[in-house]
């Protein structure tokens, strides 16, 4: 069965600390893997794509690693700051059929 | 002005009723589609629409209703709602044709059934 499981399921920090989020997936066959972040009373919005080949990328602050082999990905957020609260979502997209399958998502609360 | 506008963006309403949710865009995709949110749960597929007229059913599509009569607009109809429809409706598009291309979402409609 295709899942997207995450982890923590909520993580509360103190500002300017570095923090890690876990994402493991069972889709097979593997398109891509994308992290989202969803702000309160917002919707969700892109921060990066991973594809098969791609094992770190970077946008500012937040790096996002992919490891095909054991099917796991982590995002990296540096230096946090109190923006950075949201929920963290992983949705990876099937292959073939191009379904997408959704995390539930870590809450991220970063406090002063 | 948002690329992708939900209306409205919170509604309460009684066991029985109709509701409609409404959802325009203005990057011009072909591809758009509804979900709802549950404490706890992933954003689940409701339906998709890849053209004007065109209609898919998704993995929860029981008790809805789509309408995609433009390319801009794409609503979500519950006909008879009921309690457990409480949730949060998200709309999203998506580039023509091209696998890697990010879903952009609505900021969502919170929908209360009493």
């Known amino acids: 069965k295709n899942q997207v499981e995450q982890s923590p399921q909520s993580l509360i920090i103190l500002e300017g600390k570095n923090c890690t989020l876990q994402?493991?997936?069972?889709?097979?066959?593997?398109?891509?893997l994308r992290w989202y972040k969803q702000d309160t009373g917002r919707g969700p919005v892109s921060l990066t794509i991973?594809?098969?080949?791609?094992n770190t990328k970077s946008n500012g602050r937040y790096t996002a690693t992919l490891d095909a082999d054991t099917k796991q990905s982590s995002l990296h957020i540096t230096a946090s700051q109190l923006s950075d609260s949201a929920s963290y979502i992983c949705?990876?997209?099937?292959?073939?059929?191009?379904?997408?399958?959704f995390g539930t998502g870590t809450r991220l609360t970063v406090i002063p | 002005d948002a690329d992708v506008t939900q209306t409205p963006r919170n509604r309460i309403t009684k066991t029985g009723k109709r509701i409609m949710l409404e959802c325009s865009q203005t990057?011009?995709?072909?591809?758009m589609y509804w979900y709802r949110q549950d404490p706890g749960l992933g954003l689940r597929l409701i339906y998709y629409?890849?053209?004007?007229?065109?209609?898919n059913k998704g993995e929860i599509s029981d008790g809805y209703s789509v309408s995609r009569q433009a390319q801009a607009k794409f609503s979500l109809s519950l006909e008879s709602a009921i309690p457990n429809q409480t949730a949060l409706y998200f709309c999203a598009t998506s580039g023509n044709r091209v696998s890697n291309q990010p879903q952009h979402f609505g900021d969502g409609t919170r929908l209360s059934i009493l």
């Open positions: 629409s890849f053209d004007v007229k065109d209609i």
């Open positions: 949705v990876v997209r099937e292959t073939g059929a191009n379904n997408l399958f």
């Open positions: 991973m594809t098969f080949s791609e």
């Open positions: 994402c493991n997936y069972t889709v097979s066959p593997f398109s891509n």
């Open positions: 990057k011009g995709h072909d591809r």
